[in-house]
């Protein structure tokens, strides 16, 4: 059973940098497609972006300009930093295995609040 | 259109048949498959139907997936109380070059 597992940083400054990584367990994460996706509190879901194994990104055009995703295969983990953040990037951030047009696992969740 | 439009609310009573619609437009739903997540309250959104209909092992076949040109259905027949959650549609975006999500729909089972 695919296991995914966020972590970072629960609460960040205005302007500053959002980091949080994605831990799999269960299976390897080489040769598939992972994807962050955040919810803001009472709110619907975006999708953030998604790398994959090899590195090669595609990113949301709202928030490319802001956005950096990476893998660390040896650790089976990827990871996401949005640079610049305001209070509208408050969210609950959801890191989750993507078959390309859908996400068959996804993480518990971790909320991210924005705030001095 | 860059966002799939769900209606707010669905409701029924134990063992009804309730139907959820999902629109999009030619750059999405009219050229792309379809799949549902369900989110129960509190919890991380989970699929429900892929590719348009397409039932994850697991899933009760209760829950039943269409597509019909520019839009989708998911329909829950026999409704049970632990059906009680959000539910989202969501399809691949051209224009995007990503996937989008609908804007949600509450099922309350009275």
């Known amino acids: 059973q695919v296991q995914l597992q966020e972590s970072g940083p629960g609460l960040v400054k205005p302007s500053e940098t959002l980091s949080l990584t994605c831990t799999v367990s269960g299976d390897s994460i080489s040769g598939y497609y992972w994807s962050w996706i955040r919810q803001p509190a009472g709110k619907g879901l975006e999708w953030i972006g998604r790398i994959y194994t090899s590195g090669s990104t595609n990113y949301n055009p709202s928030l490319k300009s802001r956005v950096t995703m990476s893998v660390d295969t040896s650790k089976n983990q990827f990871s996401l930093k949005l640079s610049s953040v305001t209070a509208a990037d408050t969210a609950v951030y959801y890191c989750a295995r993507d078959r390309v047009d859908y996400f068959d696992y996804w993480g518990q969740g971790t909320l991210v609040t924005v705030s001095s | 259109q860059s966002v799939l439009t769900q209606p707010p609310s669905a409701s029924g009573t134990p063992g009804q048949r309730v139907t959820i619609s999902c629109s999009g437009g030619?750059?999405?739903?009219?050229?792309?498959?379809v799949h549902w997540y369900q989110q129960l309250p509190g919890t991380a959104p989970k699929l429900l139907i892929y590719?348009?209909?397409q039932r994850p092992s697991g899933v009760p076949d209760r829950f039943s997936g269409s597509k019909s040109g520019t839009s989708a259905s998911l329909a829950i027949s026999g409704l049970q109380s632990e059906d009680e959650a959000d539910y989202y549609c969501a399809s691949w975006n051209d224009s995007l070059n990503g996937p989008i999500f609908g804007t949600g729909t509450k099922v309350t089972v009275l």
């Open positions: 030619s750059s999405n739903i009219g050229t792309n498959i």
């Open positions: 590719r348009n209909y």
